[in-house]
T-cell receptor
Framework: NAGVTQTPKFRILKIGQSMTLQCTQD?????MYWYRQDPGMGLKLIYY???????DKGEVPNGYNVSRSTTEDFPLRLELAAPSQTSVYFC??????????????FGEGSWLTVV | GQQVMQIPQYQHVQEGEDFTTYCNSS?????IQWYKQRPGGHPVFLIQ?????EVKKQKRLTFQFGEAKKNSSLHITATQTTDVGTYFC??????????FGTGTRLTVIP
């Protein structure tokens, strides 16, 4: 199993540009998540999904959109990039709710800089 | 809303010294998880604690869950350079969300 795979690993965006961070998992997990981690800080939940066709907002959803058309894929879209969105983005998945004690598996991260 | 506070934010130790990080919540937790993130890496699951007063060990790492299930600690005995990284606790909120603490960044000086 590859686990959680996210692309791209690094990206520089200009203010106002849009882009999609791709995430796929091959563990047949129901739950998927997008977190952002600002330098030296903890993880903030952006959006999550409990299954195909179902998404919900986390702590910091503004400026982002997600979709979950399949169990495997959970792309994160930035529509109008702003410098405040400069961060490291982690996609993650779990079989069931992480809050219920299920292990969350993280991708390797995507480093995004908005200039 | 529920917050999970971790202290200290940073810790520098000499190799061989012990290290402890603490995680505190204002509300009772159903469970708590611990993750380690190496510099430039991604968080990796270490362990989960569920029961009041639970203690679990992984080699030199000892994890504790408080009796009131509002706090937890991670203790590393005789640190090694391989222990370098940021340690996060994570606690459940509601049915689906897992909230991560602010993390403790450990530096081990050889």
């Amino acid at each position: 199993n590859a686990g959680v795979t996210q692309t791209p690993k690094f990206r520089i965006l200009k203010i106002g540009q849009s882009m999609t961070l791709q995430c796929t998992q091959d563990m047949n997990h129901n739950y998927m998540y997008w977190y952002r981690q600002d330098p030296g800080m903890g993880l903030k939940l952006i959006y999550y999904s409990v299954g195909a066709g179902i998404t919900d907002k986390g702590e910091v959803p503004n400026g982002y959109n997600v979709s979950r058309s399949t169990t495997e894929d959970f792309p994160l879209r930035l529509e109008l990039a702003a410098p405040s969105q400069t961060s490291v983005y982690f996609c993650a998945s779990s079989y069931s709710a992480g809050s219920s004690g299920n292990t969350i598996y993280f991708g390797e991260g995507s480093w995004l800089t908005v200039v | 809303g529920q917050q999970v506070m971790q202290i200290p934010q940073y810790q520098h130790v000499q190799e061989g010294e012990d290290f402890t990080t603490y995680c505190n919540s204002s509300t009772t937790l159903s469970n708590i998880q611990w993750y380690k993130q190496r510099p430039g890496g991604h968080p990796v699951f270490l362990i989960q604690l569920v029961k009041s007063g639970e203690v679990k060990k992984q080699k030199r790492l000892t994890f504790q869950f408080g009796e009131a299930k509002k706090n937890s600690s991670l203790h590393i005995t005789a640190t090694q350079t391989t222990d370098v990284g940021t340690y996060f606790c994570a606690a459940g909120r509601g049915a689906n969300n897992l909230f991560f603490g602010t993390g403790t960044r450990l530096t081990v000086i050889p």
